[in-house]
């Protein structure tokens, strides 16, 4: 099955500061990916789409200023938490869609102090 | 719109006896559906799909689910269950010809006691 890395699996950081995660396909080029949030115990909570070479489109409560987005290449995304707070501490997945299914990242765990 | 239920949180089965995680849907139009297996602080990986073909599909690690259009269902079995099973599975629905953007259940964990 096609296969989709994420980088870093987990970072730490001071509250105010920005974050930034990648998510690539390894082999295959995804026009469109996605990014998930997944708070403990519970199912996944689709974020935004990201599509190539134009703006990603938020779910309805997700602030676009503060989870940025960029979807520069067939095989990257990535999700920048700005001025990150303890209340955006989370796991975030992101996947990317091969015809007609969505293959998954490994996560990464955000904890901001 | 599609929906996803899962029925039941949390499963627990002995190791070597059935598994069978439930999951019901509803779509407008002919669905594709999905299970996906999440171990702890991981990624989903990919169990099956149904993509309109066989309606008994079979995906790795010995699991199978079955698509019955008359009862909106598509649970997951596996004959025999194995200590490594224990994780958290996700049933997922997307509609075919549309975004492909899946709706996923609230998830049940599975817990195989030895």
């Known amino acids: 099955g096609a296969v989709v890395s994420q980088h870093p699996s987990r970072v730490i950081c001071k509250s105010g500061t920005s974050v930034k995660i990648e998510c690539r396909s390894l082999d295959f080029q995804a026009t469109t990916m996605f990014w998930y949030r997944q708070f403990p115990k519970q199912s996944l909570m689709l974020m935004a789409t990201?599509?190539?070479?134009?703006?990603?489109?938020?779910e309805q409560g997700v602030e676009k200023d503060k989870f940025l987005i960029n979807h520069a290449s067939l095989t990257l995304s990535t999700l920048t938490v700005t001025s990150a707070h303890p209340e955006d501490s989370s796991f975030y997945i992101c996947?990317?869609?091969?015809?007609?299914?969505?293959?998954f990242g490994p996560g990464t765990r955000l904890t901001v102090l | 719109a599609q929906s996803v239920t899962q029925l039941g949180s949390h499963v627990s089965v002995s190791e070597g006896a059935l598994v069978l995680l439930r999951c019901n849907y509803s779509?407008?139009?002919?669905?594709?559906l999905f299970w996906y297996v999440q171990y702890p602080n991981q990624g989903l990986q990919l169990l099956l799909k149904?993509?309109?073909?066989?309606?008994l599909v079979k995906g790795i690690n010995g699991f199978e689910a079955e698509f019955k259009k008359s009862e909106t269902s598509f649970h997951l079995t596996k004959p025999s269950a194995h200590m490594s099973d224990a994780a958290e599975y996700f049933c997922?629905?997307?509609?075919?010809?549309?975004?492909?953007?899946?709706?996923f259940g609230r998830g049940t964990s599975l817990i195989v006691h030895p």
């Open positions: 149904y993509t309109s073909a066989a309606t």
């Open positions: 997922a629905v997307s509609e075919s010809g549309g975004s492909y953007i899946p709706t």
């Open positions: 996947s990317a869609r091969d015809t007609d299914t969505q293959y």
């Open positions: 779509s407008s139009v002919p669905p594709y």
């Open positions: 990201s599509n190539e070479g134009s703006k990603a489109t938020y």
